[in-house]
């Protein structure tokens, strides 16, 4: 067993201490998910973005999160709103193939203002905007083109279904569901634009298995948080991503990017 060669399953130049970093933090990542909704997905892409190559970063983080999400969806199903995720599904679709597409980026300041702008939006809102499927439509269009630059869009999407006011399983639940295809939708692009996800497989299949064991315990949770402290919760965490997108945004001004 001393003589194994773990270098082969890693990719790169990855040491097996940090690889083993990302598996525990998969497991952190994917409890904070299921118990609060969303901050997970965006905690461990900070932390990806200090260890992997920048052109793995959105591409590896998608794979990760299509795991997390599918394990989160699964314990969840009953409670996913299902007449949310065609027009969800639709729009993220057109958006992440427009975003793939596209040979001149945006600038990164302006992605986060958007979306911090939004996200701040629906965090303070009261009560249920009822968004119709139009509109559910663009906010999965919304979603697709933001997920192709900036990788972690959960909590535009959990802002969009804020608004329909639905418990804190049911959220929890459709949120997940939604972010299965929108990950999946942007795993295939990348797919088809090159990247080369094989040497990372061993790496995220550790990390999606690490990841469900934290889904289980983050649902036993939200099971137990009640609505009124998960919507809450739901607020603090939408402000505080809200505000960090503020800053990221400013700080690429400041620092001329």
Request: proline share 4%; charged share 5%.
């Amino acid at each position: 067993m001393s003589g194994f060669d773990w270098a082969g399953l890693l990719p790169g130049d990855l040491s097996l201490w940090l690889a083993l970093v990302l598996v525990a933090l998969s497991a952190v990542t994917s409890f904070i998910s299921a118990a609060f909704g969303l901050g997970g997905g965006m905690v461990l892409l900070a932390v990806i973005a200090t260890i992997l190559p920048a052109a793995a970063l959105v591409p590896v983080h998608g794979v990760v999160q299509v795991g997390s999400n599918i394990s989160r969806a699964a314990v969840m199903a009953r409670h996913i709103h299902l007449p949310v995720l065609l027009p969800m599904t639709l729009g993220g679709s057109a958006g992440a193939i427009i975003g793939g597409l596209i040979a001149v980026r945006l600038p990164d300041w302006l992605l986060f203002a958007a979306v911090g702008t939004f996200v701040l939006w629906s965090a303070w809102s009261k009560g249920s905007v009822g968004l119709g499927r139009a509109t559910l439509v663009l906010g999965g269009a919304v979603s697709g083109f933001l997920t192709m630059f900036i990788g972690g869009t959960g909590p535009f999407v959990a802002a969009v279904i804020k608004t329909l006011n639905l418990d804190r399983m049911s959220h929890v639940g459709t949120q997940a569901a939604c972010m299965v295809f929108q990950h999946g939708l942007k795993i295939a692009v990348f797919g088809v634009l090159g990247f080369n996800y094989l040497p990372y497989l061993p790496l995220v299949a550790a990390m999606i298995v690490t990841g469900f064991l934290g889904t289980l315990v983050g649902r036993r949770v939200l099971h137990g948080m009640g609505d009124n402290r998960f919507r809450i919760a739901l607020t603090i965490l939408l402000t505080f991503l809200g505000l960090r997108l503020f800053w990221m945004a400013g700080t690429i001004l400041l620092g001329g990017g």
